[in-house]
Nanobody, 120 residues
Framework: QVQLVESGGGLVQAGGSLRLSCAAS????????MGWYRQAPGNQRDLVAA???????NYADSVKGRFTISRDNAKNTVYLQMNSLKPEDTAVYYC??????????????WGQGTQVTVSS
């Protein structure tokens, strides 16, 4: 069993900051890419940022320069530092990870989601 547990969401005023965390646990051999997606009501789930095991990052244009993704491989944890938040950043944020289990089988896993609300 593998589990992704997110934390750090909440309510913040426009211009403020939040830091999301996502810890993977269970029968993990290694983790390839990790990332954050978000989904606002009525919208599809879109990529916000991703990071490879080697540290290469990728960001949606809408968050470049404001959000920073990082990971701690020793803790199997990925972070999303969100600065200069805007009301349009309001969404449920989901953690995603491509995990190779101890059985050497690879699967895509999702967290339960954490709400981020930015007030104007």
């Amino acid at each position: 069993q593998v589990q992704l547990v997110e934390s750090g969401g909440g309510l913040v005023q426009a211009g403020g900051s939040l830091r999301l965390s996502c810890a993977a646990s269970g029968s993990i051999f290694s983790i390839n890419s990790m990332g954050w997606y978000r989904q606002a009501p009525g919208n599809q789930r879109d990529l916000v940022a991703a990071i490879t095991s080697g540290g290469t990052t990728n960001y949606a244009d809408s968050v470049k320069g404001r959000f920073t993704i990082s990971r701690d491989n020793a803790k199997n944890t990925v972070y999303l530092q969100m600065n200069s938040l805007k009301p349009e950043d309001t969404a449920v944020y989901y953690c995603n990870a491509d995990i190779i289990r101890i059985s050497r089988r690879s699967n895509d896993y999702w967290g339960q989601g954490t709400q981020v609300t930015v007030s104007s």
